[in-house]
């Protein structure tokens, strides 16, 4: 004697980027916190000291965010025009900030009013960084110079006018006082000496340079200019090492993860792409509301905030693990869950002669009715609110196992007005999904057949068959729209393709399905 | 072409054994059935086949036991025979000339020496009764004929005898007529045709209580109708049990009648409590349609024959305790009959939506691999899952199903699977499923056979006129690895039709109707094409071995062979070639031709013009199913037109689904030459009369033991022991009637207890209850007697206590009797 076969639950292949350890990591994040500013956020800098607080610079304003604060902490207002590039010193007592007027700022983080302005510039300013010895400051400008300032006396060191185009950004060394590197926009990032007072390295990007990355080894370097992002291998003499294509616009801004593992890249795409920086794969992608003009990583990957263009700034922290730990325990110590496991978790010691006893095969609530034949009760049962909604797919499982067995007309039969309402809304709602189509529209035929006769008696029902019809004109429409656009394809498949000597038409599907799997992707 | 003598075409396994109800022994050991032209003896609690009683030269339509003596058998068959046989030997005792074809019959206590046969008499089915002769001979003719009732129906569950045989029961279309004995004087009742609720009140099977007066009715419609009162023409009554939704196959009453098990297509078998119908218990999901239902004597047995070639023991319609499976063939083969590469067995279509492997050695049925994996609905006229092509790659790890379900209104549902071999559980494993995998239906499908390389490649070709490539892609990180769609390729948007691999993998043949396209598999590069109009190639071959660079296919009228190094035409000849097989192992290959009503083979080399074998008119009809299967040890025959069969057996299937093979005179001199020798090895097993005998000299062995002081006993022993070592050595045909000897060795059990110690026999009488619980102990303690044996013979013979002296008289009394009966047969 066989036991009963359960109902076989189609298992359609999942959508979107698999579960790795990485999707796991960079998903451990609460929902956003998003400010809004007063104008595009274009530079986002973490003090390196804790409390970890952050400078945002937008429009004519710095503020300064503690860790977990919604509102600022401290702000600087006396700017003439747009600010740039607010960054801290390494020990976290002083920030330096570039503006449109040319003059580059000074502040104490404590103060209000700049200590220093350091004036030389012609054009807007908006690369400005300590050097490692924190007594001079670096900055570029829109002039196509970029200069060393003394910040005691407040006098420039030196100058260097080696690009061709505006300088919109650079990073200092942090092992090296005398190193700084720049990108600009004639397309090449330069290393300069202050030692030798001229660049040492010269990497041609082939876009504008928007932002340069230097690992804390200081042995690579990452630049990001349109839609690339370059890898350079500044011991081999800025050797090219690896080209990222991964975005579909500029990209902005760029970020490595503490550990130095993760590499992260923002772009006016509005996408944040994480690679792996040993095999420079993409391993995780956050969707963002705007585009992305700035990016900051907070040590130990504690929050991830971004700048975008309409003004808001969003903030994402890290899911404390005790959290989500104490959630753990207090499911434990429910008791029904104590009752389930009663005695099931008993270790049998090594004398002991086990005694199986035959294992109760467990039956879906519908399989127990089709088993018994109840095939109105078993479909009312696939039907309900939760399996509806959430598993549609247990619903059409049931809905062809009755087809297959033939009476699917007589557990449609026989249904109120509540009942057939609620089927068509099924119906209505999952008719166009492509893996349902063929079992939902036999369903919605026998309906339809059934219920003829009572056409016109109930203003819902009515109302469903009406929105049914709509339904399926419009999908008609879109499958005959998808047809066409699919034979244009074939014939420029068919054109590109060589003469041979035998004519035979090939192709290669992407996917495992068939030629159909590819029709239909169109519009999944 | 020579007719080759020492060759012959022989039916190989796998014949029905659920065509009549099969008979459970009085013991509840045995259970035989008809199986084709003869029949067979299974063991209850193995499954074993032990017997097989081979004499009968048509089908076998019924077997019964002997009412006068249940170690004996009757079976009855088409050839107008009726043979009386030891089953437990395997012996045949009797054979009796009826002269009509046996369609089925019936015998009962009352009635000694009487069987009631139904025959085809001209123009109607009578039943008939047979007086059997009383004579001695092995070969009577049965003269005494007599009509009992005219226009019977053949079907053997539509007579039944009542109340142990005072009077038969018989129904046909619509009517039901009882025959009383003794009155000589029968009565008919009649249904209406039709009633108005759409029922169909035609009458299927009929069973008799055994003890009441009621006779149970099985109806079309699923209804049971009870008959009461039925030996008056007018007051008659009956009343309708209805559960089964359609056709009630089977109906029987256990023997106390307590009970009534009725079964039908729903394949649940039904238990009614006699008198109190409403209460039922079910057995449900048994297998196949239930066809026959029978309880052993003792009612401790039930037994279900099914539609799907299976025999369901039952205990007490609680628990199936053993399946008897036979071969599987339903109305169609729908895949081609293949070979297992690992366990060398024959595949095939078995119970719907499983394959079923098949032993051919064993004639056993190994397992059912359920392909479908849904729950089957018993019901007629409905379209389900059906496995419809499959195919094993060359080393077995991998096999490839494809199921389909056609209904009417909707579209074509098409499942390709693939399964992998799991070396732990020994059987195959799903690994991937492939929903609509085309959009229509496939028409064939091969595995690339590459000796080395690791890559796996299936093709699959469908009516949508695509081909697919199928290939194992790589481990993902989480889940193993699955197949994916690796090509797809078209050819001027023909139809291909068949496909097929070179031996060595590196060329894919498709036949698009009249066209053969060459592909390259490595780099999907279409290489040439072939073809030879009119007609479009229906069946293609690889050569093998030093045949390799030619192609075969095969036309409408055309059996065509390509050269492939010259891409030409090599020959051509002109027959109508059904089937097309390589044999794996050489270079030789078997044409299946259709010609005037019958199939001829041919088997040949194609690189040879005169085929090695032919054989006209193999059988009648088309065959379009064959295989060659590689045998286990290699013959080595070294006659020329045998040589084809030395390393590979040809195995095919008839249009009447029969499974045929080839098979050597001297390989049929062989196998004879082993069964005999089983024969004997059988007859020492455990019959129920050995273990009566042993009881009786273990049991004297055991008071030996329990009292050493009476050394006396052991001089009765050798006496004893020779005795029945001379009855069980005599063949039982030759023996007089078990009721005979049964009661002299009741009474030689019962001497003890005339004794004077008569309460040390009590103790053994305990001793030997608890022998009959447990049968093991029983043959652990059966090497006993002899070694007491050997021992007494060493031993003086000291004197003898009286009842030793008494017993040892009986003992050679009874030595007497027995020689003396002896000589009066």
Known sequence: MASFKPTKIQVYPKLGEKVTQDTLYWKNYKAPVQIKEFGAVTSIDFSPVTPHNFAVTAFTRIHIYGPFSQEPVKSFTRFKDTAYCGRFRSDGQLLVAGCEDSVVRLFDVSGKVALRLF?????????????????????????????????????????????????????????????????????????????????????????PVESVLLYPSEGLLVSAGGRHVKVWDLLKGGQPLVSLKNHHKTVTSLALSSNGQRLLSASLDRHVKVYNTTNYKVVHNFDYAASILSLGLAPDDASIVVGMTNSILSIKHRKNQEDSKEIAGQQRRRPSYRVFVKGKNYVPKQDDYLV????????????KQLQRFNVSKALDTALGTYIRFRKPEITVAVIKELDRRGTLKNALAGRDERGLSQLLNFIIGNLVDARFTPVLVTAAEMILDIYQSVIGQSPVVDRQLLRLQDLVKREIEFQKDLLEVLGMLDTMFASSLPRKEVLAQFYRPPLG???TSKKLNFHS | MVEHGDIRVVHCGGSKINFRDPVITHDSRFLLCASGEAVKVFSTSTEECIHELRGHTGLVTGVLLRPSNHLQVYSSSLDGTLRLWDFTDGILIKTCVIGYPIYSFYASDKHENVIFIVASMPKRFQLVAV????????????????AVLSGVN?????????????????????????????????????????NKKGGWNTFTCVACHPKDDCIATGHEDGKIRLWRNFNHKKEYTYSTLHWHHSTVSSLCFTPEGTNLLSGGVESVLVQWRYNQESERDFLPRLGGAITHITVSPDGSLFCTSHSDNKITIIQSCVKVSAVIQGLVKGDSIRTDLMMDPRSKALVL??????????????????????????????????????????????????????????????????????????EQTQSFVLNTTISAPHDAQITAMCFCQPTDSQTTLLVSTSKDGHFKAWQLAAPAHTEGPSWLCDFVSAYHGLVPECCSFSADGSLLAVVFQEVVTVWSPSTWELLTTLSQPPGAVSDLCFGRLSCSKYLLGTTASNLLCWNLLTCSLEWTTSMDV????????????????????????????????????????????????????????????????????????????????????????????????????????????????????????????????????????????????????????????????????????????????????????????????????????????????????????????????????????????????????????
Not at chain 1, 130 to 140: N, V
Not at chain 1, 178 to 193: A, C, N, P, R, W
Not at chain 2, 374 to 397: N, R, T
Request: charged content about 25%; some cysteine; proline content about 4%.
């Open chain 2, 131 to 146: 007086h059997l002769p009383q004579s001695g001979d092995q070969m009577v003719e049965a003269q005494e004929l007599s």
């Open chain 2, 349 to 422: 279509n078995g119970k719907p939506g499983h394959l079923q492997f098949y032993s051919l050695q064993r004639d056993k049925l190994l397992y059912n691999l359920d392909i479908v994996q849904q729950e089957y609905i018993h019901e007629s006229g409905l379209q389900q899952f059906e496995v419809v092509k499959a195919a094993f790659d060359a080393s077995g790890s991998w096999l490839a199903t494809v199921e389909e379900r056609h209904q009417k209104a909707a579209e074509l549902e098409l499942n390709l699977k693939l399964w992998a071999f799991d």
């Open chain 1, 119 to 207: 004036k030389g510039h012609t054009k807007a300013v908006h690369l400005t960084d300590f050097t490692s010895d924190r007594y001079q400051i670096l900055t570029g400008s829109d002039d196509y110079t970029c200069r060393l300032w003394d910040i005691p006396n407040a006098t420039e060191l030196t100058t260097y006018t080696e690009h061709t185009d505006y300088i919109r950004c650079g990073v200092t060394s942090k092992l090296n006082r005398d190193l700084f590197i720049t990108g600009s926009y004639d397309h090449t990032v330069k290393l300069f000496d202050a030692r030798v007072e001229k660049s040492v390295i010269t990497m041609d990007h082939g876009q």
């Open chain 1, 356 to 367: 199986s006893k035959p294992v109760k095969e467990h039956l879906a609530k519908y399989d």
């Open chain 2, 578 to 825: 059904r089937r097309l097989v390589a044999d794996p192992l050489s270079e030789n290959m078997a044409a299946f031709c259709y010609q005037s009503g019958s199939t001829d083979l041919f088997v040949f080399k194609p690189s040879e013009p005169r085929p090695l074998f032919s054989h006209k008119a193999v059988c009648s009809g088309k065959v379009t199913q064959a295989v060659f299967a590689p045998r286990e040890e290699m013959l080595e025959s070294c006659e020329e037109s045998s040589q084809w069969l030395n390393r590979s057996q040809l195995y095919f299937l008839t249009q009447q689904m029969d499974l045929m093979t080839f098979t050597t005179k001297a390989e049929e001199d062989r196998l004879l030459a082993s069964s005999k020798q089983l024969v004997i090895d059988d007859s020492v097993a455990m019959t129920p009369f050995y273990l009566l005998l042993g009881k009786h000299r273990q049991q004297q062995q055991e008071h030996q033991d329990s009292d050493s002081s009476l050394w006396a006993e052991r001089t009765a022993l050798p006496q004893t022991s020779a005795s029945m070592k001379e009855l069980l050595q005599t063949p039982a045909h030759v023996l007089p009637s078990t009721s005979y000897l049964c009661s002299m060795f009741v009474q030689s059990l019962l001497i003890s207890v005339s004794d004077a110690r008569s309460a040390h026999a009590e103790e053994e009488m305990e001793s030997e209850k608890e022998e009959e619980d447990s049968e093991e102990e029983m043959e652990s303690s059966r090497s006993k007697p002899e070694l007491a044996a050997a021992a007494a013979t060493e031993s003086d013979t000291p004197a003898l206590t009286k009842a030793q002296a008494r017993e040892l008289r009986r003992v050679r009394k009874l030595d007497h009797s027995w020689l003396a009966g002896l000589l009066d047969s």
């Open chain 1, 513 to 515: 399905g068939a030629v």
């Open chain 2, 154 to 194: 053949p079907n053997p569950a539509a007579i039944a005898f009542g109340r142990g045989g005072e009077f038969i029961a018989s129904v046909n279309d619509l009517q039901l007529e009882v025959y009383f004995f003794k009155k000589q004087k029968s009565y008919r009742f009649f249904l209406k045709e039709d």
